[in-house]
T-cell receptor, first 118, second 112 residues
Framework: GAVVSQHPSRVICKSGTSVKIECRSLDFQATTMFWYRQFPKKSLMLMATSNEGSKATYEQGVEKDKFLINHASLTLSTLTVTSAHPEDSSFYIC??????????????FGQGTRLTVV | GNSVTQMEGPVTLSEEAFLTINCTYTATGYPSLFWYVQYPGEGLQLLLKATKADDKGSNKGFEATYRKETTSFHLEKGSVQVSDSAVHFCALRNSGNTPLVFGKGTRLSVIA
């Protein structure tokens, strides 16, 4: 079946540095990628929606200059956490609708990235 | 707007016990409904889904029926196993390339 591959699965970085998270669709074209953030013991909060070849749409309260999203190709979307701070520590997950006949029902998730900023 | 409400956990059960996790939703139109499961340290996996009223989704012994009249999609399993221990999320999605809307998740712990 379709797979969304997310890397890295775990990263520890120092305050002030930037971290890039990649999500690749392995056997389908992901024209849209959703980026979620999950706080400990909380649900997933949608951060932004990226569309291939256009600017990402950010949810209210999400700083677009801090969370840079790039969707340069149909198989790759990236989220860069810039100038990371400890409060950015979280679990980040990407998700792509399968598209085609399954667009109404299917959404595939990456494995998630646990970011720890020290 | 769309929203999902599910029972708060944690839920702790003994092996082979009956499980129910309640989920209700508010949505415009006719959404598809899902249950996702998240094992410790991992991403989300689709457990089951239903796309229209009265549909029953089932997988690995879990079942949920799309009840339009009560706007519910309760998750049930007749006999839970230790391996079912995870966080379970109820979610909905309207048609098109729209994101999933999740409930807060229910942590299930099954003890031997």
């Amino acid at each position: 079946g379709a797979v969304v591959s997310q890397h890295p699965s775990r990263v520890i970085c120092k305050s002030g540095t930037s971290v890039k998270i990649e999500c690749r669709s392995l056997d389908f074209q992901a024209t849209t990628m959703f980026w979620y953030r999950q706080f400990p013991k909380k649900s997933l909060m949608l951060m932004a929606t990226s569309n291939e070849g256009s600017k990402a749409t950010y949810e209210q309260g999400v700083e677009k200059d801090k969370f840079l999203i790039n969707h340069a190709s149909l198989t790759l979307s990236t989220l860069t956490v810039t100038s990371a701070h400890p409060e950015d520590s979280s679990f980040y997950i990407c998700s792509a609708p399968a598209g085609g006949k399954r667009s109404v029902t299917e959404a595939f998730f990456g494995q998630g990235t646990r970011l720890t900023v020290v | 707007g769309n929203s999902v409400t599910q029972m708060e956990g944690p839920v702790t059960l003994s092996e082979e016990a009956f499980l129910t996790i309640n989920c209700t939703y508010t949505a415009t139109g006719y959404p598809s409904l899902f249950w996702y499961v998240q094992y410790p340290g991992e991403g989300l996996q689709l457990l089951l889904k239903a796309t229209k009223a009265d549909d029953k989704g089932s997988n690995k012994g879990f079942e949920a029926t799309y009840r339009k009249e009560t706007t519910s999609f309760h998750l049930e399993k007749g006999s839970v196993q230790v391996s079912d221990s995870a966080v379970h999320f109820c979610a909905l999605r309207n048609s098109g390339n729209t994101p999933l809307v999740f409930g807060k998740g229910t942590r299930l712990s099954v003890i031997a």
